[in-house]
């Protein structure tokens, strides 16, 4: 089941934190900072096409914006998409 606007927005915050988190300790940019920033523009915008993810430095930054999108089209659950970053 696709995820409903509170839903999202929770997520939102629960993912913003844990950017802001890593951002504090690291000056240069991570692979899960990448999938972290990208997740949270694919949420912010409610994309759900796999099309829509731009091309990226990274393997896990990737693989946390394709979870992402699941997690918008309700294959994947929020539990899932937290866990993996």
Same mark, same amino acid.
């Given at each position: ?9 929770? @997520?939102? /915050?629960?993912? &913003? ?9 690291? @000056? ?16 912010? &915008?409610?994309? /759900? ?18 979870? @992402?999108? &699941? ?15």
């Amino acid at each position: 089941m696709k995820p409903s606007e509170n839903q999202i927005q929770r @997520t939102i /915050t629960l993912l &913003d934190k844990k950017l802001l988190s890593l951002q504090a300790r690291n @000056t240069e940019e991570t692979p899960l900072q990448e999938g972290l920033q990208e997740a949270l523009s694919i949420l912010l &915008d409610g994309r /759900t096409s796999y099309a829509s993810i731009p091309s990226m430095k990274s393997r896990q930054g990737r693989a946390i914006a394709l979870l @992402t999108i &699941d997690y918008m089209n309700g294959v994947c659950e929020q539990s899932t998409l937290l866990k993996a970053t």
